[in-house]
Every structure is written in structure tokens, then in C-alpha cells.
């Protein structure tokens, strides 16, 4: 079976930076898309950043400028660089992993960020 395991989130104080990781064990098949969320405490989950099989990305309007998200569909891999910390970037970070196969989703466990001010 498909697991996303999600690395590189912890505590930060505003202005640093982190990296957070995603890989896929077992093998997954015809992967369109990997992304990340993110949902801060009590409220909705929203797109943080998304990159297709082809390279092409797409930002979050509130992240952009700080953020890279990079993919390597070799390793079955995503990253999220986070620069430029704010305390509104405060959630936990999903990765998801967007599939053409039965049109399947996959999902991280969800990695905390924090950051202090």
C-alpha cells in the first residue's frame, strides 16, 4: 500500500525558515500532481502550493515570494523550502499526492508548523 510520510516541521521563530519533506513508499502510479495544505487551528483546509508532473506551480497568493515547492518524480518526493516565516503560516502542512488512476488522492499524516513571534 501507498503511505506519504512527511518530515521537517517543528517550532520557528518568525523571519526562519524550513524545509518539510514528503515520500512515497510502495509504488504509486500515474501521479498528476503533488502538493501541500494546510490547515491552521480552526479553520479551513486551503492549497498552499502545488506542483504538476510537467514542473508547472502554483501559489497561494499569501505564500508567494517565500515559498518554493519542488518535486522529483524519480524518488516519488515533494518539498516545501519555507522562507520568510510569519506567524500566520502557523498550521499543520498536508502533503497530497494527486493521481489519474480512479482519480485517487493521497494524503500525509500532516506535520506541524509553528512559528513564534
Known amino acids: 500500500q501507498v503511505q506519504l510520510v512527511e518530515s521537517g516541521g517543528g517550532l520557528v521563530q518568525a523571519g526562519g525558515s524550513l524545509r518539510l519533506s514528503c515520500a512515497a513508499s510502495?509504488?504509486?502510479?500515474?501521479?498528476?500532481?503533488m502538493g501541500w495544505y494546510r490547515q491552521p487551528p480552526g479553520k479551513q483546509r486551503e492549497l498552499v502550493a502545488a506542483?504538476?508532473?510537467?514542473?508547472?506551480?502554483n501559489y497561494a497568493d499569501s505564500v508567494k515570494g517565500r515559498f518554493t515547492i519542488s518535486g522529483d518524480n524519480v524518488k516519488n518526493t515533494v518539498y516545501l523550502q519555507m522562507n520568510s516565516l510569519k506567524p500566520e503560516d502557523t498550521a499543520v502542512y498536508y502533503c497530497?499526492?494527486?493521481?489519474?488512476?480512479?482519480?485517487?488522492?493521497?494524503w500525509g499524516q500532516g506535520t506541524q508548523v509553528t512559528v513564534s513571534s
Open positions: 497530497n499526492f494527486a493521481t489519474g488512476w480512479l482519480r485517487r488522492d493521497y
Open positions: 506542483v504538476t508532473s510537467g514542473g508547472s506551480t
Open positions: 510502495g509504488s504509486i502510479f500515474s501521479v498528476n500532481a
